[in-house]
Each structure stands twice: as structure tokens, then as C-alpha cells.
Nanobody, 120 residues
């Protein structure tokens, strides 16, 4: 069992930066591939970034967001730079024993989410 807790969201202006954190419980964190998803009001949940043997990004965030992990701290991060109003969403981290995929159904554990709001 893995419990995930996100933090770091907030209200920022366009062009600002935020760093999201996702703290995981358990001693098996390093065996999971991790990802960030987001869901904006009235929209489907979408894949943002993932980290396994490599890192993967949605086209909409490539070059602006960076995913990383610190296995010693059981934490995965999402550094978000040059934020845009369209980045406004609830951001969720997720864990999978499988490969990184944009399909949320492949993930075994989810956090409760953290709100990111970007004003124009």
C-alpha cells in the first residue's frame, strides 16, 4: 500500500513558478514509476509528466515543467515554470508498478490533489 500526499499548489500570476511535491509512504517508493496528472474544471483528467527510467511530458508542458524524484525522501516533484492560465487545474500524483502511460487507469495509487490557479 502506498499513500500519496501532494503539496505546493497555490494562486500565482501568469509567468510565475511553482514546485509541487508528492510525499509517499512506505518503503517501496523506489519501485514505483511516478506521474503527475491534472484536471481542470469541466475537462478530462490529463497526463502531465512521468518519471521511470526516463522522463515524459505532455506537449503542452514540455520545456516549462520538470519532473524529478528523490527516493531517499520518498518524494516526487513537479517544477512548473512560465505558468499560464491554462495550467489552472487540480494536480494529482500517481504511482504505478507498470510503465509510464498517459492512461490514468494504469496507475495503482493516487493522491488527493493540490489546486494550482494561474491568473492572467
Amino acid at each position: 500500500q502506498v499513500q500519496l500526499v501532494e503539496s505546493g499548489g497555490g494562486l500565482v500570476q501568469a509567468g510565475a513558478s511553482l514546485r509541487l511535491s508528492c510525499a509517499a509512504s512506505g518503503r517501496t517508493f523506489s519501485t514505483y514509476n511516478m506521474a503527475w496528472f491534472r484536471q481542470a474544471p469541466g475537462k478530462e483528467r490529463e497526463f502531465v509528466a512521468g518519471i521511470g527510467w526516463s522522463t515524459y511530458y505532455a506537449d503542452s508542458v514540455k520545456g516549462r515543467f520538470t519532473i524529478s524524484r528523490d527516493n531517499a525522501k520518498n518524494t516526487v516533484y513537479l517544477q512548473m515554470n512560465s505558468l499560464k492560465p491554462e495550467d489552472t487545474a487540480i494536480y494529482y500524483c500517481a504511482a504505478t508498478r507498470g510503465v509510464i502511460t498517459a492512461s490514468g487507469h494504469r496507475y495503482d495509487y493516487w493522491g488527493q490533489g493540490t489546486q494550482v490557479t494561474v491568473s492572467s
